[in-house]
């Protein structure tokens, strides 16, 4: 869904379902691409990254797609469960020069809810 | 591993006091460490980077006299919010990057529930 105001995104999915959760990003000199997943209460937990040269990474149950054309991130989870619901926030590495100095840039997050 | 270690993991204080939150790297150097702050329902907003032996560089629109941030040790960055009041509200989070090694990977603590009343 669309983002109006400090709301949040939201998918909601089936258990077993492919989801795919999207996120745009602002800086075309960002060469570096992370994914988070964050549960309640507690801090980021890395999911999968992507470098700038590259236009698609698999991990297990993961894929990370990006289109630099278009500034554009995607995070694919496979066969979806119950303990992947949480909020997933894209980050991009927004460090100038070429030398990353670790600043990211997070994302507005999008919340997903898988049902059993 | 990389583990990243908060103290507190929440806190309530009344208005007008200062509140100290610890960042550990446990099990790893870290030369450049991060703050994050996170309202309800909200992204991650970069606060601060945190540098060993020297001054923490803030991000535009963050006060430094009230976010006072000491990174003493290779393993250890501080976070004092001085004066609280109840719009420093928020979940704070840090993270590190290990030292001497070319990554950009960087490793998030558990966060800290600040309530200030």
């Known amino acids: 869904g669309e983002s109006v105001g400090l709301h949040l995104p939201t998918l909601s999915v089936q258990e077993g379902d492919n989801s795919i959760i999207n996120c745009a990003y602002s800086n075309s000199a960002s060469d570096y691409f992370i994914w988070y997943k964050q549960e309640s209460g507690k801090g980021p937990q890395f999911i999968i990254d992507i470098r700038s040269n590259m236009d698609k990474r698999q991990g297990q149950r993961v894929t990370v797609l990006l289109n630099k054309t278009v500034k554009h991130l995607s995070l694919q989870i496979a066969a979806t469960q119950p303990g992947d619901s949480a909020v997933y926030f894209c980050a991009e590495d927004t460090s100038a020069g070429g030398t990353s100095y670790g600043k990211l840039t997070f994302g507005q997050g999008t919340i997903l809810t898988v049902h059993p | 591993g990389a583990v990243v270690s908060q103290h507190p993991s929440w806190v309530i204080c009344k208005s007008g006091t200062s509140v100290k939150i610890e960042c550990r790297s446990l099990d790893f150097q870290a030369t450049t460490m991060f703050w994050y702050r996170q309202f309800p329902k909200q992204s991650l907003m970069l606060m601060a980077t945190?540098?060993?032996?020297?001054?923490?560089?803030?991000e535009q629109g963050v006060e430094k006299d009230k976010f006072l941030i000491n990174h003493a040790s290779l393993t250890l960055s501080t976070l004092t919010v001085t004066s609280a009041h109840p719009e420093d509200s928020s979940f704070y989070i840090c993270?590190?990057?290990?030292?001497?090694?070319?990554?950009?990977?960087?490793?998030f603590g558990p966060g800290t529930r600040l309530t200030v009343t």
């Open positions: 945190s540098n060993e032996g020297s001054k923490a560089t803030y």
């Open positions: 993270s590190a990057r290990k030292s001497r090694e070319i990554t950009y990977e960087q490793y």
